[in-house]
T-cell receptor
Framework: DGGITQSPKYLFRKEGQNVTLSCEQN?????MYWYRQDPGQGLRLIYY???????QKGDIAEGYSVSREKKESFPLTVTSAQKNPTAFYLC?????????????FGPGTRLTVT | SQQGEEDPQALSIQEGENATMNCSYK?????LQWYRQNSGRGLVHLIL?????REKHSGRLRVTLDTSKKSSSLLITASRAADTASYFC???????????FGKGTRLSVIA
C-alpha cells in the first residue's frame, strides 16, 4: 500500500514550543515538499527537497526548518520563531510524468498553537 | 507567491449540470495542472496539460489552455454530489520546478 503518510492528523502545542511534523513516503520519489494552507487560501510553499541531503527554501520558509537524511522522510520543524504557526500543513512528493512534475499529497496535519 | 487565480471563488450547481472553473496566471509556464481537495484532506492530482497542448480530456473532465491569454479552464460535465470539493490550478515554470498554486474554487454540487 504505497503513499504518503503524515502524522499526527491533529497537533496541539503551546506558544514558544518547537514542534516537528512527520512526512514519510514509500513511492520512491526523489522530490518532496512542504506546504502551508490557511482557511480559504491556496497552498504556499515552505521548503522543498529534490534529492537526499539537499533542500531549498520556498516562499515562506522563515520560522521553519527541514532535514532530508533519507529519501523516504522529510520532517518539518515549526519553530517558536514562526509568528502564526496555526495552519494546515501538507506534505507532497513528486514524479515526472507527461513532461511535468505530478505531485502526490499526504492527508495533512492540522497544527493548533495556543 | 501565488501565480494562479481561480475564478469564481465559489460555485454552486445542481447535480447533472456542468461546472466550469477558470484559472489565470502571470508568467510563462511549462505545464498547468488541476488538483482537487476534499474538505480537510490532501490534494489529489486530476490532470496535467503541457504548454504546447490546447485541450485535454480525462473522463468527465475537460481542460483547456490558452497560453496567449495565460488562462485555463476546467470543465466537469454531468456533475455529481461527490464532485463537491475545492479545485486548484497549479503552474510550473519548468519541468522540475515546484508548483505554484492558486487559491482555489469551492464547488458545491447539490443533489
Amino acid at each position: 500500500d504505497g503513499g504518503i503518510t503524515q502524522s499526527p492528523k491533529y497537533l496541539f502545542r503551546k506558544e514558544g514550543q518547537n514542534v516537528t511534523l512527520s512526512c514519510e513516503q514509500n513511492l520512491n520519489h526523489d522530490a518532496m515538499y512542504w506546504y502551508r494552507q490557511d482557511p480559504g487560501q491556496g497552498l504556499r510553499l515552505i521548503y522543498y527537497s529534490q534529492i537526499v541531503n539537499d533542500f531549498q527554501k520556498g516562499d515562506i520558509a522563515e520560522g521553519y526548518s527541514v532535514s532530508r537524511e533519507k529519501k523516504e522522510s522529510f520532517p518539518l520543524t515549526v519553530t517558536s520563531a514562526q509568528k502564526n504557526p496555526t495552519a494546515f500543513y501538507l506534505c507532497a512528493s513528486s514524479i515526472d510524468r507527461d513532461g511535468g512534475v505530478e505531485q502526490y499529497f499526504g492527508p495533512g496535519t492540522r497544527l493548533t498553537v495556543t | 507567491s501565488q501565480q494562479g487565480e481561480e475564478d469564481p471563488q465559489a460555485l454552486s450547481i445542481q447535480e447533472g449540470e456542468n461546472a466550469t472553473m477558470n484559472c489565470s496566471y502571470k508568467t510563462s509556464i511549462n505545464n498547468l495542472q488541476w488538483y482537487r481537495q476534499n474538505s480537510g484532506r490532501g490534494l489529489v492530482h486530476l490532470i496535467l496539460i503541457r504548454s504546447n497542448e490546447r485541450e485535454k480530456h480525462s473522463g468527465r473532465l475537460r481542460v483547456t489552455l490558452d497560453t496567449s491569454k495565460k488562462s485555463s479552464s476546467l470543465l466537469i460535465t454531468a456533475s455529481r454530489a461527490a464532485d463537491t470539493a475545492s479545485y486548484f490550478c497549479a503552474t510550473a515554470r519548468s519541468g522540475n520546478t515546484p508548483l505554484v498554486f492558486g487559491k482555489g474554487t469551492r464547488l458545491s454540487v447539490i443533489a
